[in-house]
């Protein structure tokens, strides 16, 4: 689901002459995005839009917890 909110927000902001804009004008919801959105978008190439998103964005209660490995086994 990222990948499509990633798309829908590079879709809607405005070039880069309007940083004075609000988040509303930039195509940017503060209601639902969230910062850890943000942080992701330099892994997409998207690091032009990461200021107006992190200035825009919501700080989430739930942390992002990132494993080295995980077995998976299936019992039959």
Same mark, same amino acid.
Do not use: W
């Given at each position: 689901?990222?990948?499509? =909110?990633? &798309? *829908?927000?590079?879709? =809607?902001?405005?070039?880069?002459?309007?940083? &004075?804009? !609000?988040?509303?004008?930039? &195509? @940017? !919801?503060?209601? %639902?995005?969230?910062?850890? *959105?943000? $942080?992701?978008?330099? !892994? @997409? &190439?998207?690091?032009?839009?990461?200021? #107006?998103?992190?200035?825009?964005?919501?700080?989430?209660? #739930?942390?992002? %917890? *990132?494993? $080295?490995?995980?077995? @998976? #086994? %299936?019992?039959?």
């Amino acid at each position: 689901m990222r990948p499509i =909110l990633i &798309g *829908t927000i590079l879709h =809607l902001v405005a070039p880069s002459d309007q940083e &004075g804009s !609000d988040c509303a004008s930039l &195509g @940017f !919801d503060q209601q %639902v995005l969230e910062c850890n *959105t943000c $942080k992701e978008l330099s !892994d @997409f &190439g998207l690091e032009s839009i990461k200021k #107006e998103c992190l200035s825009c964005c919501k700080k989430s209660d #739930e942390q992002i %917890v *990132t494993y $080295k490995s995980a077995k @998976f #086994e %299936v019992c039959s």
